[in-house]
């Protein structure tokens, strides 16, 4: 007896999409989709698509807009950078994403999974489409991998696969370049090999690994590898907006007869729901962690609907709830809530990334030194400042003490003028009138000014005679 029967049809219950009943690898032949969803997903892809090969290219007073260099700990978001000393900018940062990626999933499924993901969007919109142009339909497909080697077998597959390693190349590249900057990479494209050989390797290996995800590994990412996929059980609810088949209407499912007056449900059971499915699944045995809520089905059931002449919607974007309860969609007081607690923590973020401070400076007295009588009325400390210049371009600093008379005087240098990019030492004497020196040990401010604006203020102490 087949397994199929046996199970009475629930096998999916025992096993992922992709593998068979003997543990072989099922490939999945996906039909192209048409439809309302399916369209704004393109128009959503080719601007995510332009958008992230085109930003290397952007650059903000001579920085890239984007760089995420983990090898020299240097980041630019926006234009700006972030230096190691900014980390808890980052920290603060990863705790709001995870919490956003937990109450997003909460209230809105697999939606980022369908509609951003780059593994859906490279996938879907770039290589699935070049095999669709060069191969054909899934049945064209299926022919032309199970059938003998022909002349036009040899040169579909050849074409496939020099287009999908030219594009796994690209895509390596452009991510060199947000990690490297878009000079450094065409520097390394431009000159000898033997110049940049680790960078080279690590390229040709990023290309090599785009190239085994997109072509063969592909459904499984999302089915099987990809963390935030397995993690989606923990965060569903009945509440969740997800793909749903609507049981209440579809079943009992049957064949579509026309004229036939009908007493079964509006499933007429054509599959093409399943044969759209990226991951192979048959979304009427109810939510599964494979459906990536990509929509295809919706599209595929919509237009079957209409050729029939029911009501569009038999698979649709609903809850598990209101499937259950034949409810409408609402935005729930949790969504709501929910919603606005993701909308907070993208204020607190921007907020952080826009006023994060252009400088950062510390200063303190020279150690072993103690004070100085310049005169009968005034005493002086010596000290240090180290600042760091986080912009990309010179920058001319002004030192003033705040809230007391007193009289900074450099020593090395007239102007303070800080190195783009880079840890700037100066030292300093500090002048202040006996008068204003009640302690031993004394707080002091000192502002910290560039063209007449103030861009921080540091506290540090004055030591002065023991009274
Ligand atoms: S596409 Fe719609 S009608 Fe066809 S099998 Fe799927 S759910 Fe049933
Ligand atoms: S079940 Fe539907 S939404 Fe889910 S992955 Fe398959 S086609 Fe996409």
């Not at 000393?85 to 999933?105: C, H, K, R, S, Y």
């Not at 991998?145 to 030219?166: Q, V």
């Not at 749903?244 to 209407?249: E, G, M, N």
């Amino acid at each position: 007896m087949e397994e199929e029967d046996l199970y009475h049809g629930e096998t999916f219950r025992d096993r992922v999409s992709s593998v068979t009943a003997s543990g072989k690898r099922n490939w999945i032949y996906a039909l192209q989709p048409k439809g309302k969803f399916y369209n704004y997903r393109s128009i959503i892809s080719y601007v995510y698509l332009i958008i992230f090969f085109v930003l290397p290219f952007i650059k903000v007073n001579g920085a890239p807009l984007f760089m995420i260099n983990i090898i020299d700990s240097k980041f630019i978001l926006f234009g700006k950078i972030f230096w190691p000393q900014d980390f808890f900018i980052f920290a603060v940062g990863m705790i709001a994403f995870i919490v956003f990626i937990v109450l997003f999933t909460v209230i809105y499924g697999r939606l980022f999974c369908g509609w951003a993901c780059p593994q859906t969007v490279f996938l879907e919109f770039v290589f699935r489409r070049i095999e669709w142009f060069i191969e054909g339909s899934p049945g064209r497909q299926r022919t032309l991998d199970h059938g003998p080697l022909t002349f036009e077998k040899i040169w579909k597959k050849s074409l496939k696969h020099i287009l999908f390693f030219l594009f796994s190349f690209l895509i390596a590249h452009t991510f060199l370049a947000y990690i490297l900057g878009i000079d450094e990479v065409l520097k390394i494209v431009s000159e000898s090999p033997s110049a940049h050989m680790g960078l080279l390797l690590g390229l040709v290996a990023f290309t090599l690994m785009f190239y085994a995800v997109f072509t063969f590994v592909r459904e499984i990412v999302c089915t099987t590898i990809c963390p935030y996929g397995r993690l989606q059980g923990v965060m569903f609810d009945k509440d969740t907006m997800q793909i749903s088949y609507d049981y209440h209407r579809g079943e009992e499912r049957g064949r579509f007869k026309k004229n036939e007056d009908r007493t079964k449900g509006d499933c007429i059971d054509c599959k093409k729901c399943v044969i759209v499915c990226p991951t192979g699944i048959d979304i009427r045995d109810g939510v599964q962690l494979d459906c990536v809520g990509c929509t295809a089905c919706i599209d595929a059931c919509d237009e079957v609907m209409d050729k029939v002449g029911f009501e569009r919607g038999l698979i649709r974007y609903a809850s598990e709830n209101q499937i259950a309860e034949r409810s409408r969609p609402k935005f729930t007081t949790k969504m709501k809530a929910y919603t606005g607690v993701l909308i907070l923590l993208i204020g607190i973020m921007a907020v952080m990334i826009i006023t994060r401070k252009t400088v950062d400076t510390h200063i303190t007295r020279v150690k072993g030194q103690l004070y100085q009588e310049v005169s009968d009325t005034r005493l002086s400390n010596l000290f240090e400042a180290k600042i760091i210049n986080k912009t990309n371009t010179s920058l001319p600093i002004e030192l003033r003490v705040e809230g007391i008379d007193g009289e900074i005087k450099m020593i090395g240098t007239e102007k303070i003028i800080l190195k783009p990019e880079a840890l700037n030492d100066f030292t300093f004497f500090l002048e202040i009138p006996k008068s204003e020196i009640p302690e031993r040990s004394n707080n002091i401010t000192i502002g910290i000014y560039s063209n007449g604006r103030k861009l921080q203020s540091v506290k540090t102490k004055f030591l002065g005679p023991f009274k």
